[in-house]
């Protein structure tokens, strides 16, 4: 049964970069159906894709977030990972991982999330 | 890039039917499928239906989607209310960008 599970630092100052890895358990990330993604919420608000990569490391990004956004990937661990640069209060949310379903660009399954406050 | 539409909140009382609706704001609600998210208070979310209108294995047959091309909107009905369907329900479609909904907050009252 594949599952994913976020991890990082809880607390990020404002300026600073914000920074999560996502294991994935259960099957091999190396997958050609796949690609893996991030999706965030702030707290009490919806849903915000914030971008998704493959294996080999193609990346699609959220246009509204491109500017401060990377998200890479190690085959060797099965895991891949979250950049958020210059972090403001707005940045808050909890940050959740999926497999990104291609074509139909579908989320599925999801880790349990990790809440990533920006304070200083 | 486009945006999807839902009502803020929705509710209805236990063992009646209830339709979520999720409007695309340009381009063909039929050129891309369309996904629904269930997500509790304090959980992750899960799919209830996937392609516009399947459902993954586990997901009661009381959960059901469809797309309308009159109104370039998608639709999720429950029949049969339960408590425990009481969530927030995100639909999610793309093009070259992966798009949530805003969600809708279900009461079952």
């Known amino acids: 049964q594949l599952q994913l599970q976020e991890s990082g630092p809880g607390l990020v100052k404002p300026s600073e970069t914000l920074s999560l890895t996502c294991t994935v358990s259960g099957d091999s990330i190396s997958s050609s159906s796949y690609y893996w993604a991030w999706v965030r919420q702030p707290p009490g608000k919806g849903l915000e894709w914030i971008g998704s990569?493959?294996?080999?490391?193609?990346?699609d990004y959220n246009p509204s977030l491109k500017s401060r956004v990377s998200i890479s990937v190690d085959k060797s661990r099965n895991q891949f990972s979250l950049k958020l640069s210059s972090v403001t209060a707005a940045d808050t949310a909890v940050y959740y991982c999926?497999?990104?379903?291609?074509?139909?660009?579908?989320?599925?399954?999801w880790g349990q999330g990790t809440l990533v406050t920006v304070s200083s | 890039n486009f945006m999807l539409t839902q009502p803020h909140s929705v509710s209805e009382s236990p063992g009646k039917t209830v339709t979520i609706s999720c409007t695309r704001s340009?381009?063909?609600?039929?050129?891309?499928?369309v996904q629904w998210y269930q997500q509790r208070p304090g959980s992750s979310p899960t799919t209830v239906i996937y392609?516009?209108?399947?459902?993954p294995s586990g997901v009661p047959d009381r959960f059901s989607g469809s797309i309308d091309g009159s109104s370039n909107s998608a639709s999720l009905t429950i029949s049969g209310l339960k408590t425990e369907d009481e969530a927030d329900y995100y639909c999610?479609?793309?093009?070259?960008?992966?798009?949530f909904g805003g969600g809708t907050k279900l009461t079952v009252l």
């Open positions: 999610q479609s793309y093009d070259s960008s992966r798009v």
């Open positions: 340009s381009g063909s609600i039929a050129s891309n499928f």
């Open positions: 392609e516009n209108y399947q459902r």
């Open positions: 999926a497999r990104d379903y291609v074509p139909i660009n579908w989320f599925d399954p």
């Open positions: 990569i493959d294996y080999s490391g193609s990346t």
